[in-house]
């Protein structure tokens, strides 16, 4: 061996690195002491790689070497593909993360002077810190990805609750309002009722004794008193006035009726200063509500109500004729000219639904899996907060429910709210 040589080998042998030479049936002809020291093995030339390393994969391991053999080119493999190629030992193993050596590998060809591959070069490279720092800088990543996204999740959990308590404080100040202008309205209203139903007593009273007036004046002789009597009563049209001051009495008793019916669902509908958890009639939640909001109703739709025969529902009252507000605006905003909002109710088990459905423009599918997100609107700007539909989702969830929704373009929407019929124990107490 020449000096040249001698020097080769020893390079081989002392570099920190792995160096296998195999023949095409992947017998070692050369390893170094690298390889060595971390396979334990002392007595390896001649033998097969796979008796001396009965782990390899030997199916992936001779499809590398053939494939050396035959394309004569060198191929690689990374350790983020394959960790290791030889389960060796950690290279670190009182600071390191890792129990194995983390391995590049790299095969090459060796060929003779005619150019014909006579065996195969690997260099196995410790990539062990490397792939610990790589690795560690990954889950790091990962983990401040995820803390990210759930930041994010956060951040739009407390927009949401904010939106939801501002929504919340914007009704209960309309509560108040309305409540307010109730009281207001009442007091005045009684004292017309009182005396519309007076004044119709005294009318029939009136109209009473000018029957007996009439019946007396027949049997009066003098003829000039008849004639002037008949002229007035011709003049200013008595036969009229008797039947049509009956008629303005009863339509401004019923006009009256009107104003206490929505003073009463105004009061009703707030229910001000009731913010516990009780047992309430939802068709007179429902029939409230409807009154409030007839303005936006009557022009556009014909209500259709369908009510089941349900029980009082343990609720907050308040909060759920704003469902119903919410439902019922929405389905007359979704209507352009002239259409139906159908109202239905039941139960099933322990559970009520209540269902809103319209003809109106419907929901686009993929519109649809995003009305409960806040902001979200379909109206044009500044006709909608997209608060409405998120808030009463909510509520509903509040209440242990769920709301449904299906709908077709053209055809209309429905939205299905069930509720229990009872709230759980825990809940039931609190506010």
């Known amino acids: 061996m020449s000096f040249e040589q001698k020097l080769l080998e020893n390079v081989l042998q002392q570099i920190s690195m792995g160096i296998v030479i195999l023949d095409q049936d992947c017998r070692i002809c050369f390893w170094n002491e690298f390889m060595q020291i971390n396979s334990g093995e002392t007595s390896a030339i001649d033998k097969s790689i796979f008796d001396v390393f009965p782990d390899l994969p030997q199916s992936w391991f001779k499809?590398?070497?053939?494939?050396?053999?035959?394309?004569?080119?060198?191929?690689?493999?990374?350790?983020?593909?394959?960790p290791y190629v030889f389960h060796f030992p950690t290279s670190r193993p009182m600071t390191g993360g890792l129990d194995v050596m983390y391995q590049n590998a790299t095969f090459s060809p060796l060929t003779d002077e005619k150019g014909e591959v006579t065996g195969v070069l690997i260099m196995i490279?410790?990539?062990?810190?490397?792939a610990e720092q790589t690795l560690q800088l990954e889950r790091l990543t990962a983990r401040l990805e995820h803390e990210k996204q759930e930041q994010k999740k956060l951040i739009a959990k407390l927009e949401e609750a904010q939106n939801q308590l501002l929504q919340s404080e914007k009704m209960a100040a309309i509560g108040q309002l309305a409540a307010g202008v109730a009281h207001e309205i009442n007091n005045p209203t009684g004292y017309v009722y009182s005396n519309m139903g007076s004044l119709g007593h005294m009318v029939n009273d009136l109209l009473a004794v000018i029957a007996v007036y009439e019946q007396q004046f027949e049997k009066v002789g003098d003829t000039a008193i008849r004639e002037a009597v008949n002229k007035a009563k011709e003049e200013y049209d008595f036969d009229y006035l008797k039947e049509d001051l009956v008629t303005l009495v009863n339509e401004s008793k019923d006009g009256i009726e009107r104003v206490k019916r929505i003073v009463q669902d105004l009061k009703g509908f707030s229910h001000v200063g009731e913010s516990d958890w009780q047992e309430a009639d939802l068709h007179n939640g429902m029939d409230s509500t409807l009154n409030v909001v007839w303005n936006e109703v009557k022009f556009k739709a014909e209500v259709q109500k369908e009510y089941g025969d349900i029980p009082r529902v343990e609720c907050i009252p308040s909060q759920i004729n704003q469902v119903f507000m919410n439902l019922i605006v929405n389905a007359a905003h979704a209507i352009e000219k002239q259409g139906i909002i159908k109202i239905t109710t039941g139960c099933e088990g322990d559970m009520v639904f209540i269902r809103v459905s319209d003809t109106g423009a419907g929901i686009s599918s993929e519109n649809l899996n995003r009305i409960f997100e806040p902001f979200f609107t379909t109206k044009p700007v500044g006709k909608g907060t997209g608060l409405g539909l998120s808030v009463s989702y909510s509520i509903v969830q509040k209440h242990h429910g769920r709301m449904e929704v299906a709908s077709k373009p053209g055809e209309g929407t429905t939205f299905t709210i069930w509720l229990p019929v009872t709230?759980?124990?825990?809940?039931?107490g609190e506010e």
């Open 125 to 130: 490279t410790d990539v062990t810190e490397v």
């Open 423 to 428: 709230q759980p124990e825990e809940e039931a």
């Open 63 to 82: 499809k590398k070497i053939d494939t050396v053999y035959t394309i004569q080119n060198m191929a690689f493999t990374d350790w983020k593909k394959r």
